[in-house]
T-cell receptor
Framework: GAGVSQSPSNKVTEKGKDVELRCDPI?????LYWYRQSLGQGLEFLIY????????KSGLPSDRFSAERTGGSVSTLTIQRTQQEDSAVYLC?????????????FGPGTRLTVL | KQEVTQIPAALSVPEGENLVLNCSFT??????LQWFRQDPGKGLTSLLL?????REQTSGRLNASLDKSSGRSTLYIAASQPGDSATYLC???????????FGKGTHLIIQP
Protein backbone atom coordinates (compact mmCIF):
# COMPACT_ATOMS: atom_id res chain seq x y z
CA GLY A 1 0.00 0.00 0.00
CA ALA A 2 0.97 3.66 -0.24
CA GLY A 3 3.35 5.01 2.35
CA VAL A 4 3.57 8.47 3.87
CA SER A 5 3.83 11.12 1.18
CA GLN A 6 5.06 14.69 1.50
CA SER A 7 4.94 17.65 -0.83
CA PRO A 8 6.74 19.47 -2.18
CA SER A 9 9.91 17.36 -2.15
CA ASN A 10 12.00 20.52 -2.46
CA LYS A 11 11.18 24.13 -1.69
CA VAL A 12 13.41 27.14 -2.20
CA THR A 13 12.11 30.41 -0.83
CA GLU A 14 13.31 33.88 -0.01
CA LYS A 15 13.77 35.06 3.53
CA GLY A 16 10.57 36.57 4.90
CA LYS A 17 8.17 34.54 2.73
CA ASP A 18 5.64 32.07 4.14
CA VAL A 19 5.78 28.38 3.20
CA GLU A 20 3.36 25.50 3.60
CA LEU A 21 4.47 21.89 3.76
CA ARG A 22 2.04 19.02 3.32
CA CYS A 23 1.94 15.49 4.71
CA ASP A 24 -0.36 12.64 3.66
CA PRO A 25 -0.18 9.85 6.25
CA ILE A 26 -0.81 6.18 5.62
CA UNK A 27 -4.53 5.58 5.35
CA UNK A 28 -6.05 4.64 8.70
CA UNK A 29 -3.15 5.94 10.78
CA UNK A 30 -4.48 8.15 13.55
CA UNK A 31 -1.16 9.46 14.90
CA LEU A 32 0.95 11.91 12.89
CA TYR A 33 4.31 13.49 13.74
CA TRP A 34 6.46 16.30 12.31
CA TYR A 35 10.24 16.32 12.72
CA ARG A 36 13.03 18.55 11.47
CA GLN A 37 16.48 17.38 10.39
CA SER A 38 19.08 20.13 10.17
CA LEU A 39 22.60 19.65 8.86
CA GLY A 40 24.73 18.40 11.70
CA GLN A 41 21.87 18.74 14.22
CA GLY A 42 20.13 15.41 14.00
CA LEU A 43 16.39 14.84 14.08
CA GLU A 44 14.30 17.15 16.22
CA PHE A 45 10.67 16.46 17.17
CA LEU A 46 8.27 19.32 16.40
CA ILE A 47 4.65 18.31 17.00
CA TYR A 48 2.31 15.34 17.32
CA UNK A 49 -1.33 14.90 16.29
CA UNK A 50 -3.73 12.30 17.61
CA UNK A 51 -6.64 12.60 15.21
CA UNK A 52 -7.02 16.33 14.57
CA UNK A 53 -5.76 17.35 17.99
CA UNK A 54 -2.25 18.45 18.92
CA UNK A 55 -2.06 18.21 22.72
CA UNK A 56 1.35 19.88 23.03
CA LYS A 57 2.79 22.51 20.71
CA SER A 58 5.83 23.35 22.81
CA GLY A 59 8.19 21.53 20.45
CA LEU A 60 7.60 24.06 17.69
CA PRO A 61 10.77 26.23 17.40
CA SER A 62 8.99 29.59 17.42
CA ASP A 63 5.58 31.22 17.03
CA ARG A 64 6.29 31.50 13.29
CA PHE A 65 5.61 27.76 13.08
CA SER A 66 2.09 26.34 13.11
CA ALA A 67 0.54 23.04 12.13
CA GLU A 68 -2.92 21.72 11.58
CA ARG A 69 -4.58 18.49 10.63
CA THR A 70 -8.04 18.16 9.17
CA GLY A 71 -10.31 15.17 8.77
CA GLY A 72 -7.86 13.04 10.71
CA SER A 73 -5.71 12.75 7.59
CA VAL A 74 -3.68 15.41 5.78
CA SER A 75 -1.52 17.74 7.84
CA THR A 76 0.13 21.02 6.92
CA LEU A 77 3.10 22.66 8.59
CA THR A 78 3.24 26.41 7.97
CA ILE A 79 6.28 28.58 8.53
CA GLN A 80 5.66 32.32 8.43
CA ARG A 81 8.31 34.94 7.69
CA THR A 82 10.94 32.27 6.97
CA GLN A 83 14.49 32.74 8.22
CA GLN A 84 17.70 31.15 6.98
CA GLU A 85 17.91 29.00 10.13
CA ASP A 86 14.65 27.36 9.07
CA SER A 87 16.52 25.62 6.25
CA ALA A 88 16.28 21.90 6.93
CA VAL A 89 14.58 18.70 5.85
CA TYR A 90 11.11 18.46 7.35
CA LEU A 91 9.98 14.88 7.90
CA CYS A 92 6.50 13.61 8.63
CA UNK A 93 5.67 10.24 10.18
CA UNK A 94 2.48 8.36 10.98
CA UNK A 95 1.56 5.38 13.10
CA UNK A 96 -1.50 3.22 13.42
CA UNK A 97 -2.48 4.41 16.86
CA UNK A 98 -0.28 5.69 19.66
CA UNK A 99 3.21 6.44 18.41
CA UNK A 100 4.89 5.22 21.52
CA UNK A 101 3.47 1.74 21.01
CA UNK A 102 3.43 1.41 17.26
CA UNK A 103 6.12 1.74 14.63
CA UNK A 104 6.39 5.19 13.10
CA UNK A 105 6.57 5.24 9.31
CA PHE A 106 8.35 8.19 7.77
CA GLY A 107 7.80 10.07 4.54
CA PRO A 108 10.66 11.11 2.21
CA GLY A 109 10.73 14.65 3.60
CA THR A 110 10.59 18.18 2.23
CA ARG A 111 13.92 19.90 1.80
CA LEU A 112 13.44 23.59 2.59
CA THR A 113 16.08 26.12 1.57
CA VAL A 114 15.68 29.73 2.68
CA LEU A 115 17.86 32.14 0.72
CA LYS B 1 15.49 15.61 29.24
CA GLN B 2 16.18 12.40 27.33
CA GLU B 3 19.48 12.24 25.46
CA VAL B 4 20.46 9.53 23.01
CA THR B 5 24.07 8.83 22.05
CA GLN B 6 25.29 6.59 19.27
CA ILE B 7 28.76 5.16 19.00
CA PRO B 8 30.63 5.06 16.72
CA ALA B 9 29.69 8.12 14.65
CA ALA B 10 31.15 6.45 11.57
CA LEU B 11 32.29 2.95 10.70
CA SER B 12 33.87 1.43 7.61
CA VAL B 13 34.33 -2.34 7.36
CA PRO B 14 34.95 -4.91 4.60
CA GLU B 15 32.04 -6.85 3.21
CA GLY B 16 31.17 -10.02 5.11
CA GLU B 17 32.07 -8.83 8.58
CA ASN B 18 29.70 -8.95 11.52
CA LEU B 19 29.35 -5.62 13.28
CA VAL B 20 27.73 -3.96 16.27
CA LEU B 21 26.30 -0.46 16.53
CA ASN B 22 25.74 1.01 19.97
CA CYS B 23 23.05 3.28 21.36
CA SER B 24 22.70 4.65 24.88
CA PHE B 25 19.98 6.77 26.47
CA THR B 26 19.93 8.71 29.72
CA UNK B 27 16.35 8.16 30.93
CA UNK B 28 15.34 4.51 31.29
CA UNK B 29 11.61 5.37 31.44
CA UNK B 30 10.95 4.53 27.81
CA UNK B 31 8.06 2.81 26.05
CA UNK B 32 10.08 1.46 23.17
CA LEU B 33 13.23 1.84 21.10
CA GLN B 34 13.43 1.84 17.32
CA TRP B 35 16.31 1.40 14.92
CA PHE B 36 16.06 3.12 11.54
CA ARG B 37 18.23 3.36 8.46
CA GLN B 38 18.47 6.48 6.35
CA ASP B 39 19.86 6.48 2.84
CA PRO B 40 21.27 9.74 1.40
CA GLY B 41 18.49 12.15 0.45
CA LYS B 42 15.81 9.73 1.60
CA GLY B 43 13.47 9.38 4.55
CA LEU B 44 13.81 6.90 7.39
CA THR B 45 13.10 3.19 7.09
CA SER B 46 12.14 1.40 10.29
CA LEU B 47 14.25 -1.70 10.87
CA LEU B 48 13.28 -2.98 14.30
CA LEU B 49 11.08 -1.85 17.19
CA UNK B 50 11.67 -3.21 20.69
CA UNK B 51 8.99 -2.62 23.32
CA UNK B 52 10.24 -1.77 26.81
CA UNK B 53 9.21 -5.22 28.09
CA UNK B 54 11.26 -7.02 25.42
CA ARG B 55 14.94 -7.88 25.40
CA GLU B 56 15.55 -8.29 21.68
CA GLN B 57 14.09 -8.39 18.20
CA THR B 58 15.37 -10.08 15.07
CA SER B 59 14.75 -9.47 11.39
CA GLY B 60 16.84 -11.36 8.87
CA ARG B 61 20.50 -10.49 9.41
CA LEU B 62 19.62 -7.84 11.99
CA ASN B 63 19.32 -8.35 15.72
CA ALA B 64 18.62 -5.56 18.19
CA SER B 65 18.90 -5.91 21.94
CA LEU B 66 17.62 -3.68 24.71
CA ASP B 67 18.86 -3.35 28.28
CA LYS B 68 16.44 -0.79 29.62
CA SER B 69 17.87 -0.62 33.14
CA SER B 70 21.34 0.29 31.90
CA GLY B 71 20.02 2.50 29.10
CA ARG B 72 21.64 0.61 26.25
CA SER B 73 20.76 -0.99 22.96
CA THR B 74 22.86 -2.66 20.30
CA LEU B 75 22.15 -3.38 16.66
CA TYR B 76 23.99 -6.44 15.38
CA ILE B 77 24.40 -6.82 11.62
CA ALA B 78 25.56 -10.25 10.45
CA ALA B 79 27.47 -10.91 7.24
CA SER B 80 27.46 -7.27 6.15
CA GLN B 81 26.85 -6.38 2.50
CA PRO B 82 27.53 -3.20 0.46
CA GLY B 83 23.77 -2.59 0.39
CA ASP B 84 23.86 -2.16 4.16
CA SER B 85 25.76 1.12 3.70
CA ALA B 86 23.60 3.87 5.20
CA THR B 87 23.19 5.96 8.33
CA TYR B 88 21.66 3.99 11.21
CA LEU B 89 19.60 5.92 13.73
CA CYS B 90 18.45 4.87 17.18
CA UNK B 91 15.36 6.52 18.69
CA UNK B 92 13.50 6.12 21.97
CA UNK B 93 9.91 6.91 22.85
CA UNK B 94 9.03 8.27 26.25
CA UNK B 95 5.31 8.19 25.64
CA UNK B 96 2.91 11.08 25.81
CA UNK B 97 3.11 13.67 23.08
CA UNK B 98 6.90 13.90 22.97
CA UNK B 99 7.59 12.02 19.78
CA UNK B 100 10.82 10.11 19.34
CA UNK B 101 14.20 11.27 20.63
CA PHE B 102 16.91 10.41 18.12
CA GLY B 103 20.62 9.87 18.33
CA LYS B 104 22.82 11.52 15.73
CA GLY B 105 23.38 8.22 13.95
CA THR B 106 26.19 5.93 12.85
CA HIS B 107 27.33 6.41 9.26
CA LEU B 108 28.16 2.91 8.02
CA ILE B 109 30.16 2.06 4.92
CA ILE B 110 30.57 -1.55 3.81
CA GLN B 111 33.49 -1.90 1.42
CA PRO B 112 32.97 -4.37 -1.46
Amino acid sequence: GAGVSQSPSNKVTEKGKDVELRCDPISGHTALYWYRQSLGQGLEFLIYFQGNSAPDKSGLPSDRFSAERTGGSVSTLTIQRTQQEDSAVYLCASSLDQGWIDTQYFGPGTRLTVL
Amino acid sequence: KQEVTQIPAALSVPEGENLVLNCSFTDSAIYNLQWFRQDPGKGLTSLLLIQSSQREQTSGRLNASLDKSSGRSTLYIAASQPGDSATYLCAVSGGGADGLTFGKGTHLIIQP
